[in-house]
């Protein structure tokens, strides 16, 4: 078992300040960066990046290709998987534990016993971080919405991104896709250009009224860029400045070729002919993002599997996840794949699980890891019943993989929560 770390009763004290787990809103945030000398105005310039999926998946490329130009790059993401550390990246390496422990203790010094949220206390803990260490470029993820997101305190990054939005947080953020982009767009800041990625076309008419009030220039895919894949051999991107030829992006599925070319659009929106070739073609080959179509390697849990079978892993967990999902997993036919699944209580658990029906051989429900509430085992395999799949429960995630290792060979993929998604790696890598 690992040792506890120091920065593990921080973290746990600073969850007691406040008695809900999300409360929206900037005045808390605000309050305290003021306690701190507002390391906020103090930082790298900023890419600010919102939407429902693919924004991890998006930062990653925009670091990979970044670090290839020789640029140093923070970024902050949520949530994290193995530790908390992994949130704040200082130039491609997770904030050391000393580091984080007093940057935590300073700012719940600061806070003073105040009223604050976990997400917003931590993430002035980050931006006190990023303001202290230069670099060239802050990436920087919103955790939930836009609009009142704990990251939407910067009046002026230097350019935004709006990745796909679909149905999630609904209780949150509303109940159509018109008021979910409506949150969304609150990052959108005067005058400062703004990257869309692939969008429902209700999706760009919310977008393009607050825009216009605000002078902000919209790169919209397919309109002002596009990439696409050719034959499967690689990808194509185009904007004004003309057409380049790249390799087909490091992460596994169609869905991520749409990512880099947003990654592409932001930096090249940031620094006009800045990157080349090379920056582009290294970055989008060679980006890292664990959790998202991963097939994992030697370890713990694919040491146990039978020969022929290969271990997947996804943290992806709406039904717009599991669409793209779903379609790499069709151009795997031909090969058994059986689904582990696990989700939170409050996700769409039928509708994530529908864009499977064609797909996956059988599915085994499992409950989430560590007491976060989720959907039973039994229901999965309920909803999963409704959709024809064949299902089973099993009461771990180990007896899972060897219910699903079943047969001569195929593939495994474990889905349907970051939570779970954690707990794979770590697992996987205590072997």
């Known amino acids: 078992m690992a040792r506890p770390r120091r920065t593990d009763a921080a973290l746990e004290r600073l969850t007691a300040l406040h008695p809900k787990l999300i409360d929206l809103g900037l005045e808390r945030t605000e309050r305290l960066l003021a306690a701190l000398g507002n390391p906020d105005r103090q930082l790298p310039p900023v890419i600010h990046v919102a939407g429902t999926n693919g924004k991890g998946s998006t930062i990653a490329f925009m670091r990979a290709i970044a670090a290839s130009a020789g640029l140093s790059v923070h970024t902050y993401t949520s949530p994290h998987l193995a530790r908390f550390h992994e949130r704040i990246s200082l130039n491609g390496e997770p904030i050391a534990e000393d580091a984080l422990l007093a940057i935590l203790e300073e700012c719940e010094a600061a806070n003073d016993g105040e009223p604050i949220t976990f997400f917003e206390i931590t993430t002035a803990a980050a931006f006190l971080a990023f303001s202290r260490a230069p670099a060239d470029l802050l990436l920087l993820e919103t955790g939930l919405g836009g609009r009142f997101d704990s990251t939407n305190v910067l009046p002026t990054p230097a350019v935004t991104v709006i990745t796909p939005i679909s149905m999630d947080h609904m209780d949150f953020l509303g109940d159509t896709i018109e008021k979910i982009a409506f949150e969304k767009a609150g990052i959108l800041k005067p005058g400062v250009p703004c990257v869309v990625g692939p969008q429902p076309v209700e999706v760009l008419g919310v ?105 997947w892993l996804d943290g992806g967990h709406n039904p717009a996840a599991g669409t793209a999902l779903a379609e790499t997993v069709k151009g795997w ?98 072997g």
């Open 333 to 430: 036919s031909g090969t058994p794949v059986v689904l582990i699944c696990a989700m939170q209580k409050n996700k769409d658990l039928l509708g994530f699980l529908s864009s499977f029906k064609d797909s996956a051989e059988r599915l085994i429900g499992i409950d989430l890891p560590g007491g976060t509430p989720g959907h039973a085992a039994s229901d999965i395999v309920k909803a999963g019943d409704l959709l024809g799949m064949e299902g089973s429960t099993a009461d771990s995630l180990a007896s899972a993989i060897r219910l699903a290792a079943n047969g001569p060979g195929g593939r495994i993929l474990i889905c349907g929560s970051l939570y779970l998604a954690g707990d794979v790696l770590a697992l996987n890598a205590a």
């Open 207 to 311: 977008l393009e009224e607050p825009a216009k009030e605000l002078d902000v220039p919209l790169i919209v895919q397919d309109i002002d860029w596009s990439a696409q894949s050719v034959g499967g051999e690689g990808m194509i991107y185009r904007d004004e400045e003309g057409e380049i030829h790249l390799p087909m992006p490091s992460l596994t599925g169609g869905h991520q070729i749409a990512n880099a070319g947003m990654a592409i659009t932001a930096l090249r929106c940031w620094k006009p002919g800045y990157f080349g070739f090379e920056d582009l073609a290294d970055g989008v080959a060679n980006a890292n993002w664990p959790g998202r179509m991963q097939r994992l390697g030697p370890g713990s849990l694919t040491d146990s599997l039978p020969d022929g079978w290969e271990l």
